[in-house]
């Protein structure tokens, strides 16, 4: 019995795809805003709908590359403001409450992106059908399945953009705000062009104390990896939510 149900769809550690997956992804994109950073060229949602579902149908789950995602990214290719980029780790809400009235642009507000966001996908060789039981869990079963290797690839391409002050919102409650195992540790820090300027903010939980600091050994070593590149660094620590979003 182990055996059967190991060889099977439920054999994977994470959550199956979502329900309805190529009906959700073909509804945010038909209402995705009509604005000028969100796409470059024309967008056709039937063929980027195509696209992302031939990145990984049929396929091993395991066996994720950023190639097998070309085809969508070029079909979607985001011209964001390059000076409006804000990044988080384990703080995607409070980070988009933080750009939204201030014009500010997270990875979630770009279309490929927002297609995307909170969703969970995966395939299964030879079928042509999602895998709604089970998805490969990062730690678990594998680091190259589809969903990270696709956060990773827009991740890098955002981070890459960025110009002028990047700013990124982390979470003063962790005991290491920064995580260099995190996309933003592994993928959008290495990745910020020489002489912009990344602002840190440790936003605290309500209710909870603050944990870690700018002079704590994470926020060091986040500082260690932007000096080799050159990126200059602003940190402010012991922020409330509050008085994060400005209101006091
Ligand atoms: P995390 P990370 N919807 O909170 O630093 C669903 O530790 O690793 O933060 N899942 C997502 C989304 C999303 N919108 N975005 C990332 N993920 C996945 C992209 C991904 O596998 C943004 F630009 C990630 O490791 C942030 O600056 C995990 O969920 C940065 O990556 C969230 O883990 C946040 O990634």
């Known amino acids: 019995i182990y055996k059967w149900y190991r060889s099977g769809l439920n054999r994977w550690h994470g959550l199956g795809s979502t329900a309805d997956f190529q009906k ?3 509804e945010r994109c038909d209402n995705y805003p009509q604005q000028i950073w969100s796409y470059s060229r024309s967008r056709n949602c039937q063929e980027i709908k195509q696209a992302f579902m031939s990145a990984f149908i049929s396929k091993d789950p395991c066996k994720a590359t950023k190639e097998d995602y070309r085809r ?18 384990k703080t995607k809400e409070l980070a988009r409450e933080y750009a939204k009235p201030r014009g500010l642009v997270t990875l979630e507000d770009t279309l490929l992106g927002s297609l995307a966001d909170d969703l969970h996908w995966c395939g299964e060789p030879g079928s042509p059908d999602l895998n709604t039981w089970s998805c490969p869990d990062w730690k678990k079963d594998c680091r190259t399945n589809y969903l990270t290797v ?4 827009l991740s890098k391409r955002f981070a890459e953009s960025a110009c002028g002050t990047v ?11 920064f995580n260099e195992m ?8 290495p990745n ?4 912009v300027t990344l602002q840190a903010w440790l936003v605290h939980d309500p209710g909870k104390p603050p944990r ?5 050994s994470s926020i060091t ?25 400005g209101r006091f």
């Open 192 to 195: 910020l062009k020489p002489m």
């Open 221 to 245: 070593k986040l500082k260690s990896i932007l000096s080799e590149r050159n990126v200059r660094f602003i940190c402010r620590d012991n922020l409330s939510r509050d008085e994060f979003l």
């Open 182 to 189: 995190s996309i933003f540790g592994r993928v959008e820090a």
């Open 24 to 26: 959700i992804i073909q």
């Open 72 to 89: 969508l990214i070029d079909l979607a290719d985001p011209t964001v403001p390059c000076n409006k980029i804000v990044l988080w780790s």
């Open 212 to 216: 870690d600091s700018c002079s704590g």
């Open 167 to 177: 700013q990124v919102v982390l979470d003063g409650s962790l005991e290491n705000a």
């Open 150 to 153: 696709f956060w990773e690839v």
